[in-house]
Each structure stands twice: as C-alpha cells, then as structure tokens.
C-alpha cells in the first residue's frame, strides 16, 4: 500500500524517532549527557601526588558516583599557574584550597569547608632537640614548596621575598625536603601534616630520625573554588557535600586515603 501516511502513523514516527535518538546519545542510561566539570589539580601531595592516584582523584570518584548531573574531571595545572589556567576557563574548579591562598580578588566563589589538615615543622632528632627548637624561626634555614602560602610568612608565596625575609628556599618535593632536613643541609622542612604521616608510615627508619612538631604554621580549611560563570554553583556542590557528609562517605574516603579527618 502506497500514499501519505495516517496523522496518527506520522506522529508515532516521529516520536519513535526522537527516542531512538534519545537512547543513541545517551546508551538508556538518562535523557540528558552529563555536563562536565574540569577541576584543577597540581601536585599536592597527598592529595595529588606525581607518584600515583591521590585524593584529589578518589574525592571526584565519590562526586561522579553520587550524583548525574555532572562529570568532574581532572586537569593538570601547576601551583603558580593556577590562578590564571582556572580565569581563562581551562577549568572550572579546583578542590582542596583556600581562599586565603592568593585568591582573595579572584573571580571565585568558596564552597563550605569539607576537610582540615594542617602544616608542620619537622627538624632531625638528635640530643637536645625538642619541641622548643621550633619555637623561634628566625635564623633557620627552612625548605618549603614552590607555589605554596605559608602563615608564618605572611601567605606571601614569591621566592625571593621568602629568601630574603625568612631564609626559606622554595623546591618542587615534599619528600626531598623531609631527606634533606635529615642528611643536615636545612635546619627545617615544612609539610602537610597528612603527606607527612603517610610518608612517614611507609619508612619507620626515616621515622626515627625526625622530630614533628606540635605547632602547626597553619590549619588548613579545604573547600573547592569555583570559577564565577562555571556550569556549576558552589551552592549545587555545597548540597552534594552535605549529602556524602550525612551519609559517612566524606569520613570514610580520608580514613581510607589514610589522612588526618577533621
């Protein structure tokens, strides 16, 4: 039989077609694509380590897999070039900052705090070295990470300034400076008290050779900073957080990732 085909029949073709093209697009699994979030990750270890998978990682594992609506990736950045690769847009967020980090006239928004960790001292054991040798930092030579905001140096992050002022020389590793520290070519290492203690862990020789200290420079308060015009809102993400909160999996992705919880 030939001709134009019934009202009904075009009509029921038509809308079988939308859903096969629905179904194409989206493999049965949801009416709409998720819409991607590029989050800024630089080494930071251990939330992002160059030796492997870090926090940073499983943290947007546990945001994919709590909810459709986006799709958070990472994407590489470094600690200075942060701030300039998130306002040209080569991503949208970044997770495991702070405001107070260089951002404060930044076209960001804050979401809440999530996770604390801080930063401590570490200088090589030995006889008459206690707590009280990291009282008075003046006169010390102190190794720190380049890129990084220090309290006791006012958050001022240039290595020259940290140089001149506080005798402070700036590298690209955490582990190197703790080494360091230990075969005396710096009275003191600065570090993330969460890198230390995993670090640390997994070398109980290096462990003995080290005094921590109690005085932390400063606590962390780690929330994900988001680009103002970004797809999502810290306010969307400050929900998701609430929900992972009540539900334990923020708590139980540190204790697996094996850092300090609040």
Known sequence: MTGRPTRPT???????LFLLMIVGITGGSSAFAATTIKVGAYE??????DTGPGVTQSFLDLLNANQDEFRFE???TSPQRRYEDLEQGRFDAIAFESLAWGWEKRPVDATRVFLRDAEVFVAKAGPGVDQS???ALDGKTILGRLGYHY?????NADPKYLESQHRMRVTVTHEGNVRN?????????????????????SDPEL????L?????DQIYEHTILVRRGAPVSTAWLNGLLDRLDAAGKLDALWNDSGIATR
């Open 74 to 76: 990472p994407v590489a």
């Open 133 to 135: 040798f990291f009282n």
């Open 10 to 16: 075009a009509l029921s073709t038509a809308w079988l």
């Open 212 to 216: 921590v200290s109690e005085r932390t």
């Open 207 to 210: 462990a003995r050779k080290l």
């Open 44 to 49: 930071f270890p251990p939330y992002v380590s």
């Open 181 to 201: 520290v230990v075969a005396g070519r710096a009275a003191l290492a600065i570090v993330t008290r969460s890198f230390l203690n995993r670090f640390l862990k």
């Open 151 to 155: 309290a006791f140096a006012d958050f």
